[in-house]
């Protein structure tokens, strides 16, 4: 059987928000009964965009991540909703039945993930419905129409050859929170970006006072051993790391090797570490 799923990879994501806008201009004033009511001009993000801003100055990133709803195989809004006002199809998209719905605020406040807005004026719960009257005439939904850097990928979970299957089952996606157990059918791909810490700096040769290319920069601790290699500008990162204490080995041939030990928090940037020539 079909089920439909979504995969985000957050590193594609510029925050243009074309995905956003899309949404928007398809849903405002507009109703695609018996699924949804015309959402409101202001105050609802069907496809919301947030943003983390990781590290300090002078070595700032930033990642974007879009969330719709997360179509929960495990949905907390269908055990709110009474009278089946919510249900679950059986290509796996969930929707609020804009007549069934009315009045029913606890099926807004039961979404874990705040993907469920409130429509004031039509009392009303509304959400993201993976656009689903355009799925029904063979379309996509507007926001994976619209993403220009396809950082919004959709397809059918189920059929192995779909490219969303492909990377479901390529152990390279994450859940948004799966301490809430929902089992959604939207995942993301370098989810890392929002939800960890890292280890930067700049290698110089001391004697020269140059950038320290082609160093090998090795980092272990707290359960991590990961290696890489200084570019041109003396550079490295690693990436995708808990809070905790690290070691930072650098070695380069007629260069002493050199050890760090790094305690984080937060984002650490060590921006000139000098390597003595023998």
């Keep these: 059987m079909t089920k439909y799923g979504m ?12 995905c956003f806008a899309a949404c928007k201009d398809e849903y405002w004033e507009n109703d695609y009964l018996p699924y949804t009511a015309a959402q409101p001009r202001y105050g609802q993000f069907w496809m919301n965009i947030e943003k983390k801003e990781r590290g300090k100055y002078p070595y700032v990133k930033a990642a974007y991540m879009p969330v719709p709803c997360m179509q929960c195989q495990s949905a907390p809004c269908i055990d ?47 959400k993201c419905t993976f656009c689903v009257h355009r799925i029904e005439e063979g379309k996509t939904p507007r926001c994976a129409q619209a ?32 301490e809430y157990e929902t089992s959604p059918l939207v995942r993301y ?12 700096g700049a290698a110089v040769f001391a004697d020269t006072d140059e950038c320290a290319e082609g160093v090998d920069v090795s980092l272990t601790g ?6 890489t290699f200084t570019n041109n500008y003396g ?4 990436d995708g790391l808990a809070a905790g204490v690290y ?5 380069i041939d007629n260069y002493a090797p050199k050890s760090l030990d790094v305690q984080i928090e ?13």
């Design 80 to 126: 709110a909703a009474e009278d089946n006002a919510v249900y679950r199809r059986d290509d796996g998209i969930i929707v609020i039945d804009p007549e069934k719905a009315v009045g029913q605020k606890k099926i807004f406040e039961a979404c874990p993930y705040g993907a469920i807005y409130w429509n004031e004026d039509k009392n009303l719960p509304q």
């Design 7 to 18: 995969i985000i990879d957050i590193s594609r994501c510029t925050a243009c928000y074309c």
């Design 247 to 251: 070691r930072l080995d650098f070695t």
């Design 147 to 178: 993403c220009p850097s396809h950082a919004i990928k959709f397809g059918d979970l189920d059929d192995p050859d779909s490219e969303v299957s492909r990377l479901l089952n390529s152990d390279t996606t994450d859940i948004l929170h799966p």
């Design 235 to 238: 550079s490295f990162e690693f």
């Design 222 to 227: 707290n359960g991590v051993n990961m290696k």
């Design 266 to 278: 937060e984002e650490v940037y060590i921006p000139a570490i000098m390597l003595e020539r023998r």
């Design 189 to 200: 791909v370098d989810l890392y970006q929002m939800n960890t810490l890292f280890i930067a």
